[in-house]
T-cell receptor, first 119, second 113 residues
Framework: GAVVSQHPSRVICKSGTSVKIECRSLDFQATTMFWYRQFPKQSLMLMATSNEGSKATYEQGVEKDKFLINHASLTLSTLTVTSAHPEDSSFYIC???????????????FGPGTRLTVL | AQSVSQHNHHVILSEAASLELGCNYSYGGTVNLFWYVQYPGQHLQLLLKYFSGDPLVKGIKGFEAEFIKSKFSFNLRKPSVQWSDTAEYFCAVNAGGSYIPTFGRGTSLIVHP
C-alpha cells in the first residue's frame, strides 16, 4: 500500500528556534498533502492543505507566518514551525492524497507523525 | 460546517466482547465516511470507508460499519474484540464533495486479555 513518511519522528528544540518537518509520499505522487495537529486524547485538527506548486490553504485560526508550508514537489511537503514556543509542542501529522487513485477510492494516507517538544 | 461526534471517549472491554462505537455527523448532503485506527505508537490506518452502495461496509480485521442515513450515523462494530484491537479509533467525514475530512475526537479502546 501507499506509504507516507515523516522526518524527524521526534524533535526537541529551544524556544525561539525554528523546526522543519518533512512529509514524503514514498511510492506515489501526491498533488495534495495535509498537515494536522493532534493534542493528547483529542482529534486531529487540520492546519492546512498543501497543493504542489501553489500556496497552502490555511484553516481559520492557524497562523500562516508561524507555520510555513512548502510543497515543492509531488512527493514532498515541509512544515516549518518558526520561532517555536512551548505552546507549539504537539504531535504533527501529515497525510497525502494519491494523485493516481480514482476518485471513487479517494483515501488519505497518513504519516507516522512528528512529536515536537519546545523547551 | 459539518461536525463529527464520537460519543464514547473511552471504552474498556474484555476479550471476546462485542464492540460498537458510535459516530454521528451533521451534514444533510452527500457524505463519504471513514473509520481510522491508530495503534499505540503507530500512524493512522484506514479501517474501512463508505462512498456509496451497500450501507453495511466490511473492513479489515473483522470490523464493519453501517451507514444509516436517516440517523446521520456510521457506527463501527466488531462481534468479538481481541487484545490487539486496543487503539484509538477515529471517525471521519468528507462532506459535499470535499476531499478534506472532518475528524471526530476519537475513542480510546482498551481490551483486557
Amino acid at each position: 500500500g501507499a506509504v507516507v513518511s515523516q522526518h524527524p519522528s521526534r524533535v526537541i528544540c529551544k524556544s525561539g528556534t525554528s523546526v522543519k518537518i518533512e512529509c514524503r509520499s514514498l511510492d506515489f505522487q501526491a498533488t495534495t498533502m495535509f498537515w494536522y495537529r493532534q493534542f493528547p486524547k483529542q482529534s486531529l485538527m487540520l492546519m492546512a492543505t498543501s497543493n504542489e506548486g501553489s500556496k497552502a490553504t490555511y484553516e481559520q485560526g492557524v497562523e500562516k507566518d508561524k507555520f510555513l508550508i512548502n510543497h515543492a514537489s509531488l512527493t514532498l511537503s515541509t512544515l516549518t514551525v518558526t520561532s517555536a514556543h512551548p505552546e507549539d509542542s504537539s504531535f504533527y501529522i501529515c497525510s497525502a492524497r494519491d494523485r493516481g487513485a480514482p476518485v471513487s477510492t479517494d483515501t488519505q494516507y497518513f504519516g507516522p507523525g512528528t512529536r515536537l517538544t519546545v523547551l | 460546517a459539518q461536525s463529527v461526534s464520537q460519543h464514547n471517549h473511552h471504552v474498556i472491554l474484555s476479550e471476546a466482547a462485542s464492540l460498537e462505537l458510535g459516530c454521528n455527523y451533521s451534514y444533510g448532503g452527500t457524505v463519504n465516511l471513514f473509520w481510522y485506527v491508530q495503534y499505540p505508537g503507530q500512524h493512522l490506518q484506514l479501517l474501512l470507508k463508505y462512498f456509496s452502495g451497500d450501507p453495511l461496509v466490511k473492513g479489515i480485521k473483522g470490523f464493519e460499519a453501517e451507514f444509516i442515513k436517516s440517523k446521520f450515523s456510521f457506527n463501527l462494530r466488531k462481534p468479538s474484540v481481541q487484545w490487539s484491537d486496543t487503539a484509538e479509533y477515529f471517525c471521519a467525514v468528507n462532506a459535499g464533495g470535499s476531499y478534506i475530512p472532518t475528524f471526530g475526537r476519537g475513542t480510546s479502546l482498551i481490551v483486557h486479555p
